[in-house]
């Protein structure tokens, strides 16, 4: 009965909250910085959340709903909606994040009606908005738009209320500040799910939320209702060796919604033309492709390790290369240019290596991939193209089972176009701007804790050994054990302890029997030595003349006497 009244009144509550936070920013804006008290002028920070890893893929927290459930969601710039499981999901995958998001829980939860369809279509028996959704590699889901209170980012394993203290808004950085993520709450349209498949099934994050140009998009819903001021986000994406349930709250990069973080930046941004099209994808074009022997990370910066005048063009046809069309997809996990490259591509790699660029996995060390060749995308930019690194940590993918490298730049032509996948925006800040059409890259670190803390975070180096990789996953899965079973952290530690102990004793021992067999041998040697002397006729350490003749021939020796010589009966024998 309270939850049929609640239902009822769901539009009202729903609107309520949202003007309660609405005032609430209003409130803090005008105190601070005397600015009108409309939202979509007041909200002048953007927002920054960190992104975390999946399998492949990379995630971020949303929470949904009066009070608030967690939910993650794949980050895609590559579709449009926003869609997670609910409770009514069928057989919608055992290993994510999170639980399905249930409505009946949340008192602003309420269902479209059909004039209010984003993607969908309406069931005039039910009056809702059902929707559906297939993407290139298999998945899809199935659903029902509905519209619930969101805030993006903020703690990961605690939701924010309408109490928690937020920090004054005098500070263009202070969007990401945890505690501040309610300022960024909005009313947001999304599906939820009836039934998936696919990575949908078996990925990490509960759901997905589209990034596309269109408006059921995350940040476009985001701006449509004033929750930020300009039509821009930036996401910054590197990546850690393995993926852990243990610790899922490891933050491996950003996403800024309503502009950019440029404290992460290490070099100035290049900016590359944004084509404009119905399709809602990020459409860009690529000029020039090269490789700069030796290998390399940085074009610019304090400190740059490539120099562009020691490139090697492999493709510079425009239309070979722009012939499927070039879109920039954070939810495709590798780059996949067109088949037509390939023969050039290997062509080069004969070249500067003696081998074609690799389809299967190789057997090479990190040390020696380090050394292979950089790939230099010239993109066709604004005023002056725009050059992007692809290192081998970047196309070259390492697994930990197997300590093989695995390509992940492909060349085929089974998608219908080209994509620059999340390996290709990796260890930049990647600007998605909306109001210039310009897709901007600067070089970075998207470390995410030292942009909230000032300290580095103990995220690994890009190439990292497979040694190095698996000790710390066995530590890491260590500290895991000890904080939530301190009692098998303490036996498997005195079992190592035991272990340390038995080791140092088995190595004493051996120690102690090679010693003996040295001093054995030794002893063994005087004797043989001892023996070999008192053999020796007249052999000693005289120092006088020793003189003896044999048929008129003298012989003279001094010191020591040769043990070949013997003085037997006055005779000088040999």
């Not at 005048?309 to 499927?324: A, P």
């Not at 690799?358 to 020696?368: G, H, I, M």
């Not at 093989?404 to 085929?412: E, I, K, N």
């Amino acid at each position: 009965m309270i939850i049929a009244t609640a239902r009822s009144n769901s539009v009202d509550l729903l609107n309520e909250v949202t003007q309660n936070i609405k005032e609430r920013n209003t409130y803090i804006s005008q105190d601070q910085n005397n600015m009108s008290s409309d939202r979509t002028e007041i909200r002048s920070s953007p927002q920054t959340i960190p992104v975390f890893q999946g399998y492949g893929a990379y995630y971020a927290d949303i929470y949904i709903g009066s009070p608030p459930q967690r939910q993650t969601v794949m980050l895609d710039t590559g579709s449009e909606h926003v869609a997670l499981p609910c409770t009514s999901c069928i057989d919608c995958g055992a290993t994510h994040t999170d639980r399905p998001f249930d409505p009946s829980a949340s008192i602003t939860y309420r269902e479209l009606s059909c004039s209010e369809c984003l993607g969908g279509n309406c069931s005039q028996d039910r009056a809702t908005c059902n929707v559906s959704s297939r993407y290139v590699e298999g998945s899809s889901w199935l659903g029902l738009e509905i519209e619930d209170i969101i805030y993006s980012g903020g703690f990961h394993n605690e939701a924010l209320d309408i109490q928690t203290p937020m920090q004054d808004d005098d500070d263009y950085f202070s969007g990401a500040i945890p505690s501040n993520a309610l300022k960024y709450a909005y009313p947001l349209k999304f599906s939820c799910m009836k039934s998936n498949s696919g990575e949908f099934k078996i990925q990490k994050a509960a759901g997905i939320a589209g990034l596309n140009m269109k408006r059921g998009s995350l940040w476009k819903q985001m701006w449509d209702n004033g929750a930020i001021s300009k039509k821009q986000f930036s996401i910054c994406l590197r990546k850690h060796p393995f993926v852990s349930f243990k610790k899922e709250d490891r933050p491996v990069g950003t996403m800024t919604l309503g502009g950019i973080d440029d404290r992460l930046h290490l070099s100035e941004m290049v900016l590359m033309d944004l084509q404009r099209s119905d399709s809602g994808y990020y459409h860009v074009n690529i000029r020039k492709l090269l490789v700069i022997p030796g290998g390399g990370q940085r074009l610019r910066g304090d400190t740059p390790d490539l120099d562009l005048s020691r490139g090697l063009v492999v493709e510079d046809n425009e239309r070979l290369m722009n012939r499927l069309g070039v879109i920039v997809d954070s939810g495709t996990t590798n780059t996949i240019l067109a088949a037509e490259l390939k023969p050039a591509f290997d062509q080069a790699w004969i070249e500067i290596m003696g081998f074609p660029f690799p389809e299967d996995a190789v057997d090479v060390s990190s040390e020696e991939l380090k050394k292979w060749p950089t790939i230099i995308f010239q993109m066709k930019g604004s005023g002056e193209d725009a050059f992007v690194a692809f290192p081998s940590s970047s196309y070259m993918s390492l697994n930990l089972s197997t300590g093989q490298y695995t390509p992940s730049l492909l060349m085929h032509n089974e998608y219908g176009s080209s994509i620059l996948g999340s390996n290709f925006m990796r260890y930049h800040n990647v600007l998605f701007d909306l109001e210039r059409y310009l897709i901007g890259m600067a070089e970075s670190n998207c470390d995410y804790q030292e942009l909230i803390t000032g300290t580095r975070s103990d995220l690994p180096e890009p190439y990292i050994s497979m040694q190095n990789a698996n000790n710390m996953m066995m530590k890491e899965n260590m500290d895991s054990v000890c904080e939530s079973e301190p009692f098998v952290c303490s036996v498997t530690t005195l079992l190592e302890i035991s272990t340390t102990l038995l080791k140092i004793s088995i190595c004493m021992c051996l120690m102690a029997i090679v010693f003996s067999m040295i001093q054995c041998f030794a002893t063994a040697v005087k004797q043989c030595n001892r023996a070999s002397q008192e053999d020796d006729v007249q052999v000693g350490k005289a120092k006088q003349t020793i003189i003896c003749s044999n048929d008129g021939d003298v012989l003279e020796h001094e010191r020591l006497i040769p043990r070949y010589l013997q003085l037997r009966d006055g005779n000088c024998e040999v």
